[in-house]
Every structure is written in C-alpha cells, then in structure tokens.
C-alpha cells in the first residue's frame, strides 16, 4: 500500500463511529428547515450535505481542510523554483486533511507517473470528434469511454464487502486523475494545435509541469498550471459539478460516470463555462474600443448595456459567496506580478472598479463581487492558450480533485443513495393555503 493510501485508510477507520454515532443516536434531531423560495429556488442554503474536504464561508471565501486558499499555496511543498506547489501534495491534504511532507509528495508523484498512460482507444475517440465540438463534450466522451477500466466495478461484481468499496474507489480515482491531464493535453493539440502532432508525456516531471510541457508551453506555464488546478479544486459539495458527481456516485456509478457527470455540469455558462464567457464578453469589449483601454463611462456603458439586454455580468455573483473570491484574488496576486502590463489584465482591473457598483445599482444580485472566472481566462490567455473555449476543461481537470476525493471519503463512510423528496405545485398551494381559483394570468 502507497504510504498516502495507509495514511488514509487510517483517517477512514477513526471517522467512520463520528458517522455512525451521529446516525445513530442523533438522526432525528433537525438541523434546517425548507422554504417555499428554497424549493423552487434551486435549493440555495438548504444544509443537507456532509464534506470534511472543503467548507465555504460566505464572506472569506473557501478553506481546504480547515486551510485558506493562501494559506495552502504556502504550506505545500513546492519543487525547487517553483512558486506554486505540487497538485500531487493538493490530493495528499483533500484526502487526509494534513499538509504532506516532500516525502509524502513524493511518493504520490511516483504513484501518478506509473498510472500515467491513456490507452490508444480513448485518443481514438477524442480523434473521431469533428473538430467544431466543444472540447468539455470531447473530455466528457473521452473520460467515460475509460469506464471498461474500472476496478471498482470488476470487484462488485465478484461480491465486494461495503468496507472496502472505498479501496476499489481510491484506486479508480488515482488512476483517473493521473490521466486526465494528458487527456486534456490530448484535446488541446488535436483541436488548436494538430500540426503539432501529440506530445507524450515526460516521466521525470510532476503533473503540473508536465501538463506546461504536454501543451508545448514554457515557464512559468507549469506554475500557472499548479495554481488553476489548486484553486479550482474544490468548492464544498451544493455547486453544481461537485453536487453532480456526488449525487451520481451516490448509486454506485463508478468515478467515470461521476466524473463525465460532474464534467457536463461543469459546461454550464452559469457554471465552469463561464470563464469562456468573460474571455468572449471581454474580447467584444476590446474589439468595441479599437483595441484602446476604455474610459470609465466607456466601461459603464458596456455594462449596462449588457445588463439592459437581459444578459448577466459573466465572472461577477455567485450563489453562495457574498464578498471578492479568494480564488480571483489569488489570480490578481499572480498577474500584478508576472503580466502587470497585459492589455486584458488592465480591462479586467479597470473593470472590478465600476461593476459592482452598477450591479448594485441594478439591484438584482446578491454579490455584486467578482468570482474565481472573472480573472481566470486572462491569465491563460497571457501564456498563449488563446481557444477560450478549452478553459473550462483546464476548470475540470482542477475540479476533478476535489469531487473525486469526495466520492472516495462517501463510499468509506457508507454514505447512501441520494433521493430528496419532490412535491406538486398544488400541495405547495395548499401548504401554504393560496386559493387557485382567483389567481390572475400574467
Ligand atoms: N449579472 C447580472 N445579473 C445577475 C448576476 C450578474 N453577474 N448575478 C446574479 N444576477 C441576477 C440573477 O440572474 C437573478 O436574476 P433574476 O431574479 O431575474 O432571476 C438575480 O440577480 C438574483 O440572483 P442571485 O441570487 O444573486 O444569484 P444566483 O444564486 O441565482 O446565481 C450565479 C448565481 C453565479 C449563477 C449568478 O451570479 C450569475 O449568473 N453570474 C454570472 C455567471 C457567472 O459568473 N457564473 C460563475 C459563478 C462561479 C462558478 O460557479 N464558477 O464555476
């Protein structure tokens, strides 16, 4: 067994009575009630799912493991030179909630390197994509077309005890997330770069830098690349990807179907795909100014007429957070000191300045603050990975670590098939006592 495999296995065996107590002698006591805007308001707030990986507070943004975003970029070890820490070391903290030693890091690197390689069926199938399809359908294809790989399956269906279903997991999800950068890597190359032809991968570099190194990219693309997988990783369980890849594992899906799940949730312009969506509104922007930095009221009016045509401020709200994102400010900090000077940078600075006051103004969003996706394509578009198009699979590849993670601590601790109730409109009426005969159309 990996050391970080017998590390976690014994942080399962002390958690597993705190869940069987609370169950047990606790399951009737109420922790929320629901309301009538909560039931038909996507569910916002309703505290009805347990994580110990990431907690996000409304007002500071998300911990990992009790640790803040910064907080986790300096803890975790680093190779030498590099600025941002190893991912590797991110998947030793999710899944044990301690900050691993050089050592510990060390062996799960060697761990990913020897469950690195991507059968030639799943190229195949990236490859027989038209080229004009989204690269989040071709990672969702790609990664469910591995699912004749799971163990987890294989052992199920030979009779496998509940206890160990988080082992078959573990693996599954170990040998998921050391492909799925290649794979990434693979689309990017076949879609943007097919002169290139494929790069392989280089065994003597962690996954962050060899990532850089798959996309044909130089320093410091590898430590960009640490730090959009670190930020992007987790975010509690309720947001859409992480609720999706739970929920689907809850059935005993494998991590593939999860994965290809908590993939499609992603894609979503309220979601991952927002990221796209500011890279796009930004370029209309740009392209509007000639190419010059616009005045404020230049600003002001782009916003508002993006607001008067019923669209929404991409990068700007969020459902939870009620403050700036931890995670932009993380990409800020990274910006004012590697591309200060860069032309998107400014439009993205100058425009934290008027859009919240103009959202607030508008009085429709609850956070008129800027989100994780406000700042995230600029900084890929500064390094040259200019097809917006592909941020939302470097977003998954990040957000991969966190709801896989997550499955294995929900089969280690028995957690059961997800099924909320639903209710008619009608009993909602009655519930609440309208009387439907003297309602009036709009
Ligand atoms: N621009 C304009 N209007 C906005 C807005 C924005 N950025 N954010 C919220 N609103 C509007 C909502 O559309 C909603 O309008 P209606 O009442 O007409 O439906 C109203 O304000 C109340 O919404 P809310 O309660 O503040 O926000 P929600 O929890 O409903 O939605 C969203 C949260 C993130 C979906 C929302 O803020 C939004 O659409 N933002 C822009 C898209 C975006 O950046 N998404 C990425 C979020 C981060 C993330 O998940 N990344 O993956």
């Known amino acids: 067994m990996s050391t970080l495999k017998e590390k976690l296995y014994k942080k399962i065996k002390e958690h597993r009575p705190r869940t069987t107590k609370l169950i047990k002698e606790y399951g009737d006591k109420v922790i929320d009630q629901v309301t009538v805007s909560q039931a038909l308001g996507g569910m916002r707030g309703i505290k009805s799912l347990v994580t110990d990986i990431s907690y996000l507070d409304p007002l500071e943004g998300i911990r990992y493991r009790g640790y803040t975003l910064p907080e986790v970029l300096e803890k975790l070890p ?42 030639q069926y799943v190229k195949n199938v990236i490859d027989a994509f038209p080229s004009e399809s989204h690269p989040m359908a071709i990672l969702s294809a790609a990664v469910m077309s591995l699912e004749r790989e799971s163990l987890f399956n294989i052992k199920y269906k030979k009779g496998m005890s509940k206890m160990d279903y988080w082992d078959a997991t573990y693996e599954d999800a170990t040998n998921l997330l050391a492909k799925i950068p290649l794979i990434g890597a693979y689309i990017y190359n076949k879609l943007y770069h097919p002169e290139k032809g494929h790069r392989f991968c280089d065994p003597t570099l962690d996954l962050g830098a060899n990532f850089a190194y798959m996309m044909g990219k130089d320093k410091p693309y590898d430590d960009v690349t640490r730090m959009y997988f670190i930020i992007h990783a987790d975010h509690e369980s309720g947001n859409v990807s992480a609720h999706t890849g739970h929920l689907v594992a809850s059935s005993l899906s494998d991590v593939y179907y999860a ?19 500011v890279l796009r509104w930004l370029q209309g922007l740009r392209n509007k100014m000639g190419g010059k930095l616009p005045s404020k ?23 939870v957070l009620r403050k700036t994102d931890p995670r932009y400010s993380v990409q800020r900090e990274f910006c004012l000191k590697h591309l200060p000077e860069d032309d998107l940078f400014k439009y993205v600075d100058a425009l934290y300045e008027v859009v919240p006051d103009i959202l607030r103004e508008h009085g429709k969003a ?13 900084v890929q578009w500064h390094y040259g990975v200019t097809q917006y198009d592909f941020y939302t699979v ?33 009993m909602l009426e009655k519930m609440v006592g309208i009387d439907t005969e003297n309602l009036v159309e709009i």
């Open 366 to 378: 609850k956070n008129p603050w800027p989100n994780v996706d406000a700042q995230s394509g600029v």
């Open 297 to 319: 009221e230049e600003l002001k009016k782009y916003v508002w007429d993006t607001l008067n045509s019923g669209q929404v401020i991409p990068g700007y709200g969020h459902a």
């Open 259 to 277: 994965t290809s799940a908590m993939i499609n949730g992603l894609a979503g312009p309220l979601h991952g795909l927002a990221n796209q969506e």
């Open 78 to 119: 680093k190779s030498k030179g590099a600025e941002m820490p190893y991912v590797e070391g991110l998947y030793y903290l999710l899944l044990t909630g301690e900050i691993p030693t050089q050592e510990e890091v060390d062996d799960v690197i060697i761990d990913f390197n020897n469950r690195r390689t991507v059968p």
């Open 394 to 426: 470097l977003f998954s590849i990040g957000r991969s670590f966190g709801v896989l993670s997550n499955i294995i601590w929900d089969r280690a601790l028995g957690y059961s098939l997800e099924r909320p109730k639903s209710v008619t409109t009608e």
